[in-house]
């Protein structure tokens, strides 16, 4: 099944069961995912909607990180629930070993050596970590490698 086909599904099924935590960032989603078709005048393929989600829930954690600093921690655990709810619809994470491997891989096919490499570093691996693996901590770890 399509991902945006399952989350379309899993808003009906949040409307029945009268969950609004799911209802809202479930709906919150479809309304960002149906903004970028309009914006781009065509349906989206399945990573595009792999990127609007991984976008949601960086934003997810900036708030989270946020509110924790303004001692606002009913509104960081609401956050925490669109964050574990919007994380269920990823393709499961890179271990750190998995992403270590890659990374090395990488380096090696284009021939990197220094950190002035790293822009071409980066545009070859984040093609294959897509949805997998946060960007941040590609950066870094290939930044370590590279210095």
């Given amino acids: 099944m399509a991902l945006l086909d399952q989350i379309q599904k899993d808003l009906k099924e949040a ?8 209802l809202g960032t479930l709906r919150l989603v479809l309304t960002a995912i149906k903004n970028k078709e309009k914006e781009v005048k065509r349906e989206l393929e399945e990573k595009e909607v792999l990127q609007i989600i991984s976008n949601q829930i960086k934003q997810r954690k900036d708030s989270v990180e946020q509110y924790r600093k303004g001692g606002r921690e009913d509104l960081a655990s609401k956050e925490e629930q669109e964050l574990k709810i919007l994380q269920s619809y990823m393709p499961e994470q ?47 770890m290939v930044r370590s490698r590279l210095s």
Avoid: F, Y
């Fill in 15 to 22: 409307m029945k069961a009268k969950d609004s935590v799911r």
């Fill in 94 to 140: 890179l271990s750190e070993a998995e992403l270590e491997k890659l990374v090395m891989e990488t380096i090696q096919e284009v021939g990197a050596t220094t950190v002035k490499d790293l822009g071409k570093v980066m545009k070859v691996i984040m093609p294959r970590v897509a949805g997998r693996a946060d960007g941040k901590v590609v950066n870094q």
